[in-house]
């Protein structure tokens, strides 16, 4: 599996070491450039194969917002988007539309597990169509 990482703090960060663990690929953006793999997420949508995946784990609101109208820029129809923040749930549906529009996915999924979740695991709560929940 390969999987795109948007914020890397305490959650991000420990998210991208565990799914590495387990034997996958995650090429991980940060704003802070001592945490990324990439210079940009125009880097980090170059890196990943189709269709990509890209999990979105940075603070509810505009700054959501952003990186959702950024991504839906780079990438195309087929890829997906996992917002795993704790967006509010009419911003999901709008992110979902936003990207629907251009034939990009949109997973609401969130994750509960904190700092320890590196060790212990994460829960995920998801929605979105089972074929993007597939990917």
């Known amino acids: 599996m390969q999987l795109g990482l948007i914020g890397l703090g305490k959650m991000g960060g420990n998210m991208r070491e565990r799914i590495r663990r387990a ?4 090429i991980g953006y940060d704003r802070d450039p001592g945490l ?6 125009a880097e980090l949508a170059d890196s990943l194969d189709a269709p990509r995946v890209v ?7 505009a700054p959501t917002q952003s ?10 129809a087929g890829d997906v988007v996992v917002d795993g923040g704790n967006s ?7 992110h979902a539309a936003e990207l ?7 997973v609401d999924c969130g994750v509960s ?9 994460y829960a995920l709560m998801y929605g979105g169509d089972a074929e993007d929940v597939a990917k």
């Open 113 to 121: 597990g904190g700092v320890h979740g590196l060790a212990n695991g």
């Open 100 to 106: 629907a529009e251009k034939g990009i996915g949109f």
């Open 55 to 61: 999990w979105v784990m940075v603070p509810a609101g």
């Open 23 to 26: 034997g996958h690929t995650v």
């Open 88 to 94: 509010r749930w009419t911003d999901d549906e709008k």
């Open 36 to 41: 990324s793999d990439v210079a940009s997420l």
């Open 67 to 76: 990186v959702i109208d950024e991504l839906s820029g780079l990438l195309d």
